[in-house]
């Protein structure tokens, strides 16, 4: 059970370059999220898609752009990479239930723009 | 927003040692959940706690849901290197809204 991947695991961009980070969950999930986790700052939502066909800015959505390509997965796209930017991006999946709030997260995305 | 205030920001101690951190809310949650984070790794879920006063273990690990829903805290018993990393709290009204994250305590093991 893989639950969620991340791809890739590794970037470095030039600043102004853009690139799209990969997340897909085999959990069937409805509720998707993008963080990213900075020294000192812990985990700040960017986007999230509550279900299939919805998307939502979160905390620190300036600069992203976000897909909810189907069920499975969750696209996180940088148009002009700032040094700003610089940061490990985890996608994370959770059920949408009133009880069941456990949320699952893949092994991040550390990109390095310079 | 909500804001979720979690300490001590790091911890040093000795293999063998008990270990206590906490999280307190400026509002109330109806979930808290505790994470870790292995370096380099995404954070994995400890435990979930789901009603004021509950009190929930996982082997050495045992994490209690405050009584007024503002806080909760985690404790570890006899601690062992392995259980180096960053440990985040995070609460949540339900599986129909965002989860808050506290911004972590990092944990260090001398052997």
């Known amino acids: 059970n893989a639950g969620v991947t991340q791809t890739p695991k590794f970037q470095v961009l030039k600043t102004g370059q853009s690139m799209t980070l990969q997340c897909a969950q085999d959990?069937?999930?409805?509720?998707m999220y993008w963080y990213r986790q900075d020294p000192g700052m812990g985990l700040r939502l960017i986007y999230y898609?509550?279900?299939?066909?919805?998307?939502d800015k979160g905390e620190v959505p300036n600069g992203y752009n976000v897909s909810r390509l189907n069920k499975r997965e969750f696209s996180l796209r940088l148009e002009s990479a700032a040094p700003s930017q610089t940061s490990v991006y985890f996608c994370?999946?959770?059920?949408?239930?009133?009880?069941?709030?456990?949320?699952?997260f893949g092994q991040g995305t550390r990109l390095t723009v310079v | 927003g909500q804001q979720l205030n979690q300490s001590p920001q790091s911890m040093f101690i000795q293999e063998g040692e008990d270990v206590s951190m906490n999280c307190t809310s400026s509002?109330?949650?109806?979930?808290w959940l505790w994470y870790k984070q292995d370096p380099g790794e995404g954070p994995v879920l400890l435990i979930a706690?789901?009603?004021?006063?509950e009190l929930t273990s996982n082997g050495r690990l045992t994490a209690q849901f405050g009584i007024t829903r503002k806080d909760s805290f985690l404790n570890i018993s006899a601690s062992i290197p392995s259980d180096v990393g960053i440990y985040f709290c995070?609460?949540?009204?339900?599986?129909?809204?965002?989860?808050?994250f506290g911004k972590g305590t990092m944990l260090l093991v001398s052997p």
């Open positions: 994370a999946s959770s059920e949408r239930s009133r009880r069941n709030t456990e949320a699952f």
């Open positions: 959990m069937n999930h409805n509720s």
């Open positions: 898609s509550a279900s299939e066909g919805t998307t």
């Open positions: 509002s109330i949650f109806n979930t």
């Open positions: 706690l789901y009603k004021a006063g």
């Open positions: 995070a609460g949540r009204n339900s599986g129909y809204s965002t989860l808050t």
